[in-house]
């Protein structure tokens, strides 16, 4: 097998009309390491055959399902086989299509959460775990440049010990009930069956989470949760609020809402040490904001000189060119690409490659899930993160 040769994606998912598709190809395919080799679409044949059309791909690289796709592509010889199965469907469809692709000797590209529930989240850790296989869990928000700074930073001790963390997440689009007016989006994300028990808290409060621990560095040990309902007639929460308890004494609130009429996409972290504090948002994501005591407020910028190496390794413009939410997609695939070319290469990855979510931070995520859901249950709230595999 050509050890220089770009990466080919099978996807699952991302048939017509789906957003997160086609936001992960311009993603992988922005630095010419990855090309999109075959797909399965969608789970109705004539949708994939169309949507294999639109992308200009073979007509015998489009399939009826993954089954067949995993299946044939194994048939193809190794060099024009699919290297990578990217998997970009609800919830109730990420377990047994990354199984599968695991098991038949793929490298796996999956968007977050890990799966809908806690029982197929530990089975599938283990079956990741066991195998040699590389796996991608595209928690976005942490491929931003300036947000890997503020973790280099915190890692380095520039804002002291760590003592409180805010992370919020809030969005307005469910602030009616979008999923009776044939909104494919608001269908999916408020059933269930499909997204799982927990609503907004599971589709956004994850990434909050992930947020949270991937820039402290620091990892939650017990939660006090409440979720709501604010919209009437919805199965599952649509807002949420979790009080965290850090494993160095920190304390932490993470706020997620999907009804906060009129907001954006505004993800924003602040997190506050003994000798100082940071604060990021996604609607200004090429600006970190850093605070010493008796100092004014420094405003680091993204593409300059004096950034550390993790957010240096992942900008792609000089300062002013702004760099957003695709590019970020972009830095994990890239990196997730680089460590794939130095195995084969029989290479030792730099370590700032290394740096993109995976099986650990899957089973994470949907252990936060569990807990929150437990928690709001329950009238003893705090309740402690166990994550157990």
């Excluded at 199984?99 to 089975?123: C, M, S, W």
């Amino acid at each position: 097998m050509s050890t220089n040769k770009k990466l080919k994606i099978g996807l699952v998912g991302g048939g017509p009309g789906s957003f997160i598709g086609a936001i992960h190809l311009n993603g992988a395919l922005m630095d010419g390491l990855f090309e999109l080799a075959a797909g399965a679409f969608s789970s109705n044949p004539e949708k994939s055959r169309k949507r294999g059309e639109e992308l200009r791909l073979n007509p015998s690289r489009v399939y009826s399902s993954y089954d067949e796709m995993f299946e044939k592509e194994l048939q193809l010889p190794e060099d024009e086989r699919i290297d990578v199965v990217v998997i970009v469907t609800p919830n109730n469809v990420h377990f047994d299509p990354t199984a599968k692709a695991i098991r038949a000797g793929f490298h796996v590209v999956l968007d977050k959460p890990l799966t809908l529930n806690y029982q197929e989240a530990k089975e599938l850790y283990h079956i990741v775990s066991n195998s040699d296989r590389k796996f991608l869990l595209t928690h976005t928000y942490s491929g931003y440049p300036m947000i890997k700074q503020a973790k280099q930073m915190i890692e380095e001790g520039k804002l002291g010990k760590i003592h409180k963390v805010y992370v919020e997440y809030p969005q307005g689009w469910l602030y009616k009930l979008l999923e009776k007016e044939d909104n494919k989006q608001a269908e999916w994300r408020t059933d269930p069956k499909r997204n799982g028990m927990a609503g907004c808290m599971g589709d956004i409060g994850t990434h909050a989470f992930h947020l949270a621990e991937y820039v402290s560095g620091q990892k939650v040990e017990k939660i006090c949760a409440d979720l709501y309902i604010k919209v009437e007639g919805r199965p599952i929460d649509d807002d949420g609020v979790v009080l965290m308890r850090f494993e160095n004494g920190a304390s932490g609130v993470l706020m997620a809402s999907q009804t906060d009429t009129g907001l954006e996409n505004n993800l924003k972290i602040r997190v506050f040490g003994d000798k100082g504090g940071i604060e990021w948002q996604q609607e200004d994501n090429n600006s970190l904001i850093v605070r010493y005591p008796g100092q004014p407020a420094q405003i680091f910028r993204a593409g300059t000189g004096y950034l550390g190496s993790l957010a240096q390794e992942n900008t792609r413009t000089p300062a002013g060119h702004p760099e957003g939410y695709v590019e970020a997609f972009a830095n994990l695939y890239r990196n997730f690409a680089r460590c794939i070319y130095a195995e084969r290469n029989g290479e030792t990855p730099k370590e700032e490659w290394k740096d993109f979510p995976g099986i650990e931070d899957g089973i994470r995520g949907m252990a936060f899930i569990e807990h929150v859901l437990k928690s709001t249950e329950t009238e003893y709230k705090w309740t402690p993160f166990v994550v157990e595999k």
